[in-house]
């Protein structure tokens, strides 16, 4: 037995602009029965009951709305809540543990954001009964005999307190008009002000108005406010975002501290690195993105994000990905593999009021991607923009010929009209190119974003949109600022490895800005590392050999990294756990070199 989905993306229907493939060609419309009408809107409605599933409409539709899918009938059993007619639906739970973070990772669009509503008490499941809500007497018994039935009660009666991040901490702005302080002190319910602020670095920034506040400092006040609150369920919607490396670490200590106090903890997170450090636990969210998803059941941290890279579910059986990540067990090749030089340029200063930049004298090769790593406010974004001649450097000369196609860390959303017109626009008949389609148009599922107004995308699909009109455009160098802002971790190891592909195949050159660890491990082969002091001055390397540089740069945040034996992926030791102090002695805070991986592994196992 089945349990058959049919979703209809509304934004993408356009019943005037077709000829209404859908309706005029299902067989059951033919046999003389209603399975897809036109609504009242002018959009199609198809009948779950009557669908055959026999996937013509979806293959006739010219637009891409449809999707109909089958799925096993004791999952659909299991339905938590759905929005209406023809609309994406969740499946199951995680369960809140006390003292402890549970982690939830998954694609955009499965359900993590409807999962916190519910867990939160913002959202009342309605069991797939959108048009006759269940009552909460309902709703008890159908989480009799779980742990969740608890939660559920607490939230019915209003005893349970929740302390809630949102993703979208920008919207602070909207809410509060004043300073960062003021706001802070309002909020506090612990009288934690202080060790916040000091906590989350955030003593620079905490006298500005809020509208003035970058999105880091954005995002860790969002932090301290939801920190500062007295709660027994506390959830965090991807904290990591905006925050360079020293600041994600300074927001997971905070977390912790809120585990160690004996908080219950749920956290969205797409960095790997972040969610494998701070999570006990964690649960897997898959389905199709808009249409369902699927909670699945609680796996260990490490086991957890294993599966996700696997793509299959072992103890569900099922299979959610058609293809693992893999990762370089041993370091890039050295220099001999790289080819001409194609950019060399001197010792480099830029100055502004209040900030001096300076970057030792190197080049650029061909066929290198150049991971760019460092705190925030260091001056990676102005070098950028020096390569790329939007700056001018105020010392030294850069010699170069080659031409630069670049991705700013801000995108603008300006363009008025829909995605192929915009891409056709940059990069002409291109977009039709096999390389590009099967590289990055179809994984990334842009195609399906062609019909979208430009002005009306997501973060995460201007983001996807941005990075492919980079690449589209005939250029030697591709200089991508922050790519993994707003991607979901699937579409992150998708890109990295896409873009790793599609640079060496066309003996292209990338310098790729971010601040995910874990891709800049999938997609660099040299580093430059950028120190200093944020905000006032910054100091960048040259291109170097991505061990040197990664060693060098994890020593500066005082951690040091494995393989995972299973999967190669690099995972944070535990602060002053053995392999931690072992590294730490023998000077090697990232992965060991290639003679040494086996004995790091076998010294892995036996810890």
């Keep these: 037995m089945v349990h058959r989905i049919a979703v209809l993306d509304k934004e993408s229907c356009h019943s005037r602009k077709c000829q209404q493939e859908c309706i005029r060609f299902c067989p059951v419309n033919l046999d003389g029965s209603e399975c897809i009408v036109l609504g009242a809107d002018a959009k199609a409605i198809i009948s779950e009951e009557l669908c055959t599933g026999c996937g013509i409409c979806i293959k006739k539709c010219p637009f891409d709305a449809i999707t109909i899918l089958n799925i096993a009938e004791e999952i659909g059993e299991d339905k938590i809540h759905q929005y209406g007619i023809n609309t994406f639906r969740l499946y199951r739970l995680p369960t809140p543990r006390k003292g402890s973070v549970v982690g939830l990772v998954g694609k955009n669009g499965v359900g993590k954001t409807t999962t916190l509503n519910i867990l939160s008490g913002m959202q009342r499941p309605n069991l797939g009964r959108y048009e006759t809500p269940p009552d909460w007497d309902e709703i008890l018994d159908t989480f009799s005999g779980t742990e969740l039935k608890s939660h559920f009660e607490k939230i019915s009666q209003n005893q349970l307190k929740v302390s809630l991040k949102p993703q979208a901490v920008y919207r602070i702005r909207e809410f509060w008009k004043d300073d960062a302080s003021s706001l802070l002190k309002r909020m506090d319910e612990k009288g934690a002000y202080s060790d916040l602020v000091q906590s989350l670095n955030l003593k620079e920034c905490i006298s500005k108005n809020v509208s003035d506040l970058s999105g880091g400092e954005l995002q860790r006040l969002g932090v301290a406010i939801a920190a500062s609150k007295e709660a027994d369920l506390y959830l965090f919607d991807e904290p990591s975002s905006y925050n360079d490396v020293f600041q994600r670490l300074a927001v997971a200590k905070v977390i912790q501290g809120l585990a160690d106090a004996g908080k219950a903890i749920i956290l969205v997170e797409h960095d790997l690195t972040f969610l494998d450090y701070l999570s006990e636990s964690i649960h897997i969210l898959y389905g199709e993105a808009g249409v369902y998803g699927i909670v699945s059941g609680v796996l260990p941290a490490r086991t957890g994000i294993n599966v996700l890279l696997d793509g299959y579910l072992p103890a569900e059986n099922v299979r959610f990905r058609d293809h693992k990540v893999n990762f370089d067990v041993f370091a890039p ?233 299973e999967t190669g992926r690099p995972r944070v030791n535990k602060p002053g756990s053995k392999l931690d102090r072992e590294q730490k002695d023998t000077g090697r805070y990232y992965y060991l070199a290639r003679m040494a991986e086996e004995e790091q592994v076998k010294s892995f196992e036996d810890a």
């Design 333 to 565: 090749a050295g220099e001999e593999t790289v080819l001409a030089e194609i950019v060399k340029y001197e010792e480099l200063k830029k100055k502004y009021p209040g900030f001096t930049l300076k970057v030792q004298a190197g080049s650029i090769r061909q066929g290198q991607v150049i991971g760019v790593i460092g705190a925030n406010a260091l001056g990676k974004t102005t070098y950028l923009k020096m390569i790329a001649r939007v700056e001018k450097p105020d010392d030294g000369d850069i010699f170069s010929g080659a031409r630069i196609s670049y991705k700013p860390q801000y995108l603008s959303s300006d363009y008025d009209g829909d995605v192929k017109t915009f891409l056709w626009s940059v990069g002409g008949d291109k977009i039709d190119d096999a390389t590009f389609q099967s590289a990055l148009i179809q994984p990334l599922l842009i195609h399906k974003l062609y019909e979208k107004n430009v002005k009306n995308l997501s973060g995460g699909e201007l983001q996807k949109v941005a990075i492919l009109s980079c690449l589209i455009r005939d250029a030697d160098i591709y200089a991508l600022d922050e790519p993994s802002a707003f991607i979901d971790v699937e579409d992150r190891l998708t890109f990295a490895r896409a873009i790793q592909k599609f640079v060496k195949s066309q003996g292209k050159t990338a310098l790729i800005v971010d601040h995910d660890i874990q891709m800049i491990d999938i997609i660099s082969d040299s580093l430059m590392i950028f120190t200093g002091v944020s905000g006032e001055s910054g100091s960048a390397s040259a291109p170097q050999a991505k061990e040197d540089g990664m060693n060098s740069f994890l020593k500066s945040l005082s951690i040091t990294y494995r393989r995972d034996v």
